[in-house]
């Protein structure tokens, strides 16, 4: 294969010739091999930090820092003990922060990998959906308006073509092309016979021969390196993060004024004091608490690619939990996305009813309860012209059944032309396509001038019902002859199929003569010149799930608010079947065009279906409802989408019919384009932020007591009830443990039973103030309390010390159960139960705890000694009381707000 040079100077036949391919495109076995020989249409990838990098990373924190000085200071009083567990502890701290960071990155490679752009190509000579990371040079690539470029292609068809060339170019307005070669010379924004890797089809169709691939493209030669992940964090993240660095540097400025304060003032014995206002800090500093959050998002994340919703900016997680309102799209989101003809309208009050299954090109067509015969009813063999050669669809049967490349209608309606004249996939095969003007919103119908075999030529349109009527004079009767249109009569077959929900298109035909037309279709020439064939009605039933997703919605507070260019009284008709609420009154884009933005703000709130809306309406849609306060989430799969999906809260995109241009201006991508995955998003939304919000409500508490105790100790010249040592061994077992537990909590019973939340509600409440102080007083009391205990029963200080720390991790252990459910009663079988993840993390403690409790080499390191059997029982029985104070204390707090709800 030659390599291709100056593709925009060439003539496209000389293209296909040089790159030895056809304008039917490559064989599947072809592709594979130059796919091989070239390697994958895939950019470099940025270079990325090595392990051995990010391992040493791990050590770049200002808690690592004081750690490492510690060591150092405990060296050089000879305190090998103390000097290697602190580098243990540092050690194990890093290998924990290296293989969390490693599965953030695998998680968001797994997302990007899904994020893969599609394109339709054609193989073997029929179209097909590929990767665009398996294009080849001489793949031939079909494009619509709203789609990425995947490669650098030389126009072979282009219909209505601009593109978005920015990118490249700089140049913010639309390039015009054409398949027009143009000087070798011309600047890379002159070649209008091409079209780049990497930008946007702004309007039109085309058609075009891959040039160029990966880094042989013009992106490619100029930009190098584009591909990045995404750093895993959010505003929640980052600001717990600031929040961890703040609160170090105050803990560090408290321990170094009592490191003075004991050591000139209360005289204690440097070496000791020393390592009580290390552990001071390693107890107070929550430096797990960013990591943690980070594995929790990424789990998130995870969860959400699972049910089908692809995150793509992770502000949108935190979003998702408070999310008020839904607007969705209906087809395809609402409902199934399988259209099938179901009625056929003709003149003088003749309707057809379909039957079939899906998107077969088999099935009966009948007529007052018989089957129809088209031999006998013209008619249907007009249905069947336009249906099949209006279109831009193709069927493809495969093993779960028929499916469609391209508009699930346009797929429908070649199933209609197959099951009128019973040729499959195949009727009309052999006309001739000479011209055609693309379906576009502005317009809103599609017209394609054929040839037929014989020599005589057809002009085919549809479209909406009311644009091509608007294009008629005449009407096609049932016999074959003509007569004047019947506009009223049409209307009212609109609004008769429309209320069955079904979907209305109308088509129209000009048998046009030679003079008439000369191949060149102009929009201004059609007015007046077409006989109406009929109405085709089309179902789309709604999904299932999307019913019950609705529902789930409503119970969550969320409203849900269906936006569709359907007429009126198909969008009601399916809004009543899935379930939306106010289903009598409709806004149609009309009535928003006639209303003030306040108005619409006011109007919006009431109304749950707007129908005949374009994507204009739908941006002024998500600012009026935005306007009232509400979290807006919106999807959209058109390029005219994208300013609404930016405008909106949460934007998402369709990840199967959806453009490019709205996946990169959406927050999400739906990968099956089902309504069912965006409430599924929304409930892991809500996971999310109760899992950091229970990260932080465990963390800070724990945090706290361990750090009072140590200060206490020190004000009052007590002994210290747990060493240093020992407090760096409870912080490192509960963080690699405990801490990590939470991040795999599921969905709470309730999620989708409360209101949203404000999205600028604080992590740190007064609720979460008040819990700090509870539970870092109740832990203090408890360490105190069991030491004083001991020593006062005359053990040894050894074991008042081993007890303590032992009663510390279970008042941890027994907090992060409480924490587990902190929207319901934690005093029942299923909080008790847990989850696999829990429990496997609370044997690995005390698993861990067994062990420095009673192996010698680890007494001797950590100061403890063997406890006996009955003060187990003890210091479990501090843990059960501490559960239950907790636990009543939020039972007294929940009763009192049922009750003062119910007063108000």
């Known amino acids: 294969m030659t390599t291709l040079t100056a593709p925009h100077a060439r003539s496209p036949e000389d293209c296909l010739r040089l790159l030895e391919a056809s304008a039917a495109g490559l064989s599947e076995v072809e592709a594979a091999r130059r796919l091989a020989e070239n390697g994958p249409n895939q950019l470099p990838a940025a270079a990325r930090r090595s392990p051995f990098l990010r391992f040493l990373l ?69 179209r097909q959906q590929c990767d665009a990371g398996d ?21 072979l ?183 099938m003809v179901s009625t056929l309208a003709a003149a003088g009050g003749d309707v057809y009813s379909v039957e079939g299954n899906g998107y077969a090109p088999a099935g009966a067509v009948r007529w007052r309860e018989a089957d129809a015969d088209p031999a006998r009813h013209a008619v249907l063999g007009a249905f069947a ?33 197959g099951k009128i004249t019973g040729a499959g996939v195949a009727p009309f095969a052999d006309w001739e396509r000479l011209d055609a003007i693309p379906f576009d919103a502005a317009h809103r119908f599609m017209a394609v001038l054929h040839r037929a075999p014989d020599g005589r030529r057809a002009l085919h349109v549809k479209g909406a019902p009311e644009a091509v009527l608007a294009l008629c004079a005449t009407q096609r009767m049932p016999d074959g002859g003509r007569a004047r249109l019947d506009p009223l009569y049409w209307g009212d077959m609109v609004e008769t199929l429309a209320g069955e929900g079904q979907r209305v298109l109308a088509v129209a035909l000009d048998e046009a003569p030679e003079e008439d037309l000369d191949g060149d279709l102009r929009i201004e020439d059609l007015p007046g010149r077409l006989t ?4 085709i009605g089309l179902v789309d039933p709604p999904r299932p799930e999307a019913i019950a997703a ?65 994507p204009e309406h739908k941006l002024r849609l998500v600012t009026a409802l935005q306007s009232r306060g509400l979290i807006v ?74 750090a009072m105790t140590i200060v206490l100790a020190l004000l009052t010249g007590l002994a210290l009830p747990i060493t240093a040592v020992q407090i760096l061994w409870v912080n490192l077992i509960t963080a690699v443990t405990l801490g990590i537990a939470l991040a795999f909590e599921p969905s709470e019973q309730g999620a989708m039973r409360r209101p949203p939340r404000p999205r600028d ?48 991790v279970a008042l941890e252990m027994f907090h992060l159960f409480f924490i587990r459910n902190i929207y319901r009663a934690a005093l029942t079988w299923a909080a008790v139960r847990g989850t696999p993840v829990v429990w496997t993390c609370v044997l690995a403690m005390v698993a861990a705890q067994i062990g420095i409790t009673y192996v010698p080499p680890l007494q001797q390191i950590f100061g403890t000694a063997a406890v006996p059997l009955p003060l187990w029982g003890l210091v479990f029985g501090i843990g059960i009381v501490f559960f239950a104070l907790l636990e009543t204390e939020k039972q007294m707090r929940l009763a009192f707000r049922a009750t003062r709800a119910a007063a108000g």
Not at 400 to 416: F, K, T
Not at 680 to 706: C, H, Q
Not at 786 to 798: P, W
């Open 58 to 126: 791990q050590f770049h924190n200002v808690l690592i820092y004081v750690l490492l000085g510690a060591a150092l200071v405990t060296a050089a009083l000879q305190h090998w003990v103390d000097t290697g567990v602190i580098l243990a502890v540092v050690l194990t701290n890093a290998v924990i922060g290296f293989v969390q960071e490693g599965r953030a990155e695998q998680a968001m490679e797994a997302i990007r990998g899904m994020l893969a752009p599609q394109s339709a190509v054609l193989r073997d000579g029929r």
């Open 135 to 155: 294009l080849v040079e001489g793949d031939i690539v079909l494009l619509e308006a709203g789609d990425l470029v995947p490669a650098d292609l030389r126009l």
């Open 157 to 339: 068809e282009a219909r209505g073509l601009t593109a978005e060339e920015a990118v490249l170019t700089g140049e913010s307005v639309p390039i015009e092309k054409s398949v027009t070669a143009v000087p070798a010379e011309a600047a890379l924004g002159d070649r209008h016979s091409m079209l780049f890797s990497g930008t946007l089809v702004a309007a039109g169709t085309a058609r075009g021969l891959v040039t160029a691939t990966g880094a042989r493209t013009e992106i490619g030669r100029i930009s190098g390196m584009l591909s990045k992940v995404e750093t895993l964090t959010t505003p929640l993240v980052h600001q717990m993060d600031v929040f961890a660095r703040w609160l170090t540097l105050f803990i560090l400025l408290v321990a170094a004024s009592l490191l003075v304060y004991g050591y000139f003032l209360g005289h204690l014995e440097f070496s000791g004091l020393f390592m009580a206002v290390v552990g001071l800090s390693v107890a107070a500093i929550p430096e797990g608490l960013p990591a943690v959050l980070t594995i929790t998002l990424a789990v998130g994340v995870r969860a959400m690619a699972r049910r089908n919703a692809i995150v793509r900016r992770l502000p949108a997680i935190e979003t998702l939990g408070s999310v008020s309102v839904i607007c969705s799209d209906k087809t395809g989101t609402l409902t199934r996305n399988e259209m």
């Open 385 to 417: 012209e336009a249906a099949r050669l209006c279109n831009d669809a193709a069927l493809r049967e495969t093993e779960p059944g028929w499916i469609v490349e391209g508009d699930p209608m346009e797929g429908a309606l070649i199933a209609l032309a």
């Open 532 to 535: 109406l064939i009929g109405l």
């Open 550 to 614: 609705v529902a789930e919605c409503a119970a969550a507070g969320i409203a849900v608010k269906m936006i569709t260019g359907d007429h009126a009284a198909t969008a009601r008709a399916i809004g009543e079947k899935i379930g939306l609420h106010n289903c009598s009154h409709v806004l149609t884009g009309a009535d928003i065009e006639a209303m003030s933005d306040v108005e619409l703000a006011e109007a919006s709130v009431g109304t749950d279906i707007f129908a005949r809306t374009s």
């Open 633 to 706: 989430a919106m999807t959209g799969d058109g390029v005219n989408d994208a300013p609404a999906l930016k405008r909106a809260d949460a934007g998402i995109a369709m990840g199967r019919k959806g453009s490019e241009a709205a996946k990169e201006a959406a927050d999400l991508v739906l990968a099956d384009d089902n309504f069912a995955s965006i409430v599924a998003a929304i409930r892991e939304g809500r996971t999310v932020y109760d899992n950091i919000k229970k990260e932080v409500s465990w963390t800070l508490p724990t945090s706290t007591g361990e």
């Open 761 to 808: 509600e604080a992590l740190l409440s007064p609720g979460l103030i008040w819990h700090i102080v509870l539970v870092s007083t109740l832990i203090l009391v408890a360490v105190f309390g069991i030491y004083a205990y001991a020593v006062d029963r005359g053990h040894s200080q050894l074991l008042a010390r081993t007890l303590a720390m032992n009663t510390l």
